[in-house]
């Protein structure tokens, strides 16, 4: 099948494989709408800190990735456009560890006009503990070509 808009291009990427850089996180997705994806990450002893503390880069990058995503659902025509980020913000809620196990991602819109793009994110356990939040803004520009 040929994804003729955003949320095609998304629900067509390996749920478990999506792109390279979300393996180290085992990063899954579970549901794509337009504006809304909702994925799991889990954190492991590899992404800890010397102090035993998962590194804050794992929420920055598992945040940043479902950010990606949910602007990607907005497009028309993603062999056309690309999402490239102008800005992240991470505000960090409560330590992960190793052991605090899969984590869930949910990334939602908050405004979009024209090709620029607000959406937020948050990290958070089964119980709705938030252990870390992200907000980025996006411009879906025209996809480079090699020249």
């Given at each position: 099948?040929?994804?003729?808009?955003?949320?095609?291009?998304?629900?067509?990427?390996?749920?478990?494989?999506?792109?390279?850089?979300?393996?180290?996180?085992?990063?899954?997705?579970?549901?794509?709408?337009?504006?809304?994806?909702?994925?799991?990450?889990?954190?492991?002893?590899?992404?800890?800190?010397?102090?035993?503390?998962?590194?804050?880069?794992?929420?920055?990058?598992?945040?940043d990735?479902?950010?990606?995503?949910?602007?990607?659902?907005?497009?028309?025509?993603?062999?056309?456009?690309?999402?490239?980020?102008?800005d992240?913000?991470?505000?960090?809620?409560?330590?992960?560890?190793?052991?605090t196990?899969?984590?869930?991602?949910?990334?939602?819109?908050?405004?979009?006009?024209?090709?620029?793009?607000?959406?937020?994110?948050?990290?958070?356990?089964?119980?709705?503990?938030?252990?870390?939040?992200?907000?980025?803004?996006?411009?879906?520009?025209?996809?480079?070509?090699?020249?």
């Amino acid at each position: 099948m040929i994804a003729t808009d955003g949320v095609s291009f998304v629900r067509a990427l390996d749920p478990d494989h999506s792109m390279p850089m979300a393996e180290p996180w085992a990063f899954r997705i579970e549901s794509v709408e337009r504006g809304d994806v909702r994925a799991r990450a889990t954190p492991g002893g590899r992404h800890e800190n010397p102090f035993g503390v998962v590194q804050g880069g794992f929420a920055a990058t598992v945040l940043d990735i479902a950010l990606g995503l949910v602007t990607i659902t907005l497009m028309d025509d993603p062999s056309k456009t690309m999402a490239s980020t102008t800005d992240l913000i991470v505000r960090y809620f409560a330590p992960v560890l190793a052991s605090t196990g899969e984590l869930r991602v949910r990334a939602q819109i908050v405004n979009q006009q024209g090709r620029a793009v607000l959406a937020e994110a948050f990290l958070e356990d089964e119980a709705g503990m938030k252990y870390a939040y992200a907000q980025s803004n996006c411009i879906i520009a025209n996809r480079l070509t090699a020249g």
